[in-house]
Structure formats: C-alpha cells, structure tokens
C-alpha cells in the first residue's frame, strides 16, 4: 500500500452496469463498464482502507485484498448494498443501476410474433438503492453518489445529491464520447452541499479515483 491514511475505515463500492432479464437469453442493460468503480475501489486499497466491491463486472481485473461481490440486477445490488453498508464508513455508489426492468421475465425464450411488426414491453421501477441508503444512514456515514447525465449535467447532480442525501455527487457529462462510459479518461465536476463546485481536468479513471479518496479524507474531518 501507498500509505495508511485511511487504516481501520470501510469503504463499499459498487461498479458496473445493472443487467435485468427479459427471457433466459435477453436483458435491458447499460454501457458501464465497471472500470470506474474498479480504480475507486483500488485506490481506497491502496491508502489503507478495507474495501467492498459489489460489481456487476467481477471478472474486469485481478483484484488485492479487496473482497467482491458479483450481481446482476438492481434488485441483487440494492440487497448486497442493504446487507453491507451499516458496517461501513463510506458508500460509493458507482454503478449505474437500471432505472427500469422488465415487468415479468419469461421463463423460456420469447419468440418472435409473424403477424405483428412491433412488440411493446411494459417496464416497471427497479428500486433506488442511494434512496433506500438515506432512510438508514448515520451521521458517521459518507455517502456519495454518481450522476451521469446527458443534459443539464449540474442542474440534475444537484438535485440528485439533496434527493439522495449524499455528501457528495460525482457529475460526469457521458454525451462526450472520450470521457465516462466505457472509456479509460473521465472528467468530473465534484458536487458538495455548501461547497463550491470543482471540476477536475480531463485524466485516467485511476487519477479521477484519487481525488475522491481525497475528497473523502476532507469529509471525513
Ligand atoms: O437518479 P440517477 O440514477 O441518475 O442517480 C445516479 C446515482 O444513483 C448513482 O450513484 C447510482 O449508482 C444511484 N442509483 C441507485 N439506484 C438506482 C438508480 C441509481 O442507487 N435505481
């Protein structure tokens, strides 16, 4: 490890992109790409912190004394998140959960119709986990959320982070395409309650990681 600055705190990441089944064969997913949440969850390891990962994409890299969690859909991550995050310090929530999933998976493949050229599926909510993490976190607890966006980007992370009850919101604009989703370099505007807002340069996922580590040693003051 680096350094030990964070020695004896807990730290629960997710990662990756929530995958919910329509048949055995098809799902509704999202182009996450679980690199991200996998630099978040090393650069915590490396400055001292026991780190969680409940990743939708376990196989993305050897991971070091970090414990994973693999799961698939919303409603699996929300009960791993659920199960571990009262024996946590900090939630970082960078997965991207599907916000809909179909409303019944078919048991067997479903075929297509000769006689109709279209074919109309009916969603329903999956749950919000950041929802569900502010109706049980302690003031101890630092919670942080990601918000990418395609429009408004700071208008709608706002929003999110007094919804969602967060300490901090990581604003991530995924309309350009050599930063955010499934690419190597992000930019971020980070979003605190009462603080000024701040947006890092364009920089790899691992330095991008960095500066949350060190935001969270700032929260955790
Ligand atoms: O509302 P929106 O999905 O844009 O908020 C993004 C943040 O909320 C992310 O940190 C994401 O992991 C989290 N989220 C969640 N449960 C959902 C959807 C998003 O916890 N169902």
């Given at each position: ?40 969850a ?15 994409k ?6 070091h ?75 101890s ?45 992000n ?35």
């Amino acid at each position: 490890p680096q350094d030990q600055v964070l020695k004896g705190k807990k730290v629960l990441v997710t990662a990756g992109g929530t995958s919910e089944a329509l048949d055995p064969v098809r799902s509704i997913t999202n182009a996450s790409s679980g690199k991200m949440g996998l630099a978040i969850a090393q650069a915590f390891q490396q400055h001292g912190a026991q780190v969680t990962l409940i990743t939708t994409k376990p196989n993305l890299a050897s991971v070091h004394d970090i414990e994973l969690i693999p799961v698939t859909t919303a409603q699996q991550m929300q009960t791993a998140v659920l199960q571990h995050f009262p024996h946590n310090n900090v939630l970082i929530m960078a997965a991207a959960v599907a916000d809909f999933g179909p409303q019944v998976t078919a048991t067997n493949k479903i075929k297509k119709n000769p006689q109709s050229d279209s074919w109309s599926l009916t969603l329903t909510k999956t749950p919000d986990i950041l929802q569900a993490v502010a109706k049980i976190k302690q003031k101890s607890q630092i919670t942080i959320g990601f918000a990418a966006e395609t429009q408004n980007l700071i208008a709608n992370a706002t929003q999110k982070l007094t919804a969602k009850k967060l300490d901090l919101i990581v604003a991530n604009d995924v309309s350009q395409s050599q930063i955010g989703f499934n690419t190597d370099d992000n930019q971020v505007t980070f979003i605190r309650p009462q603080q000024k807002n701040w947006q890092t340069p364009v920089t790899s996922k691992q330095n991008i990681a960095q500066l949350i580590v060190r935001q969270v040693l700032d929260l955790l003051q």
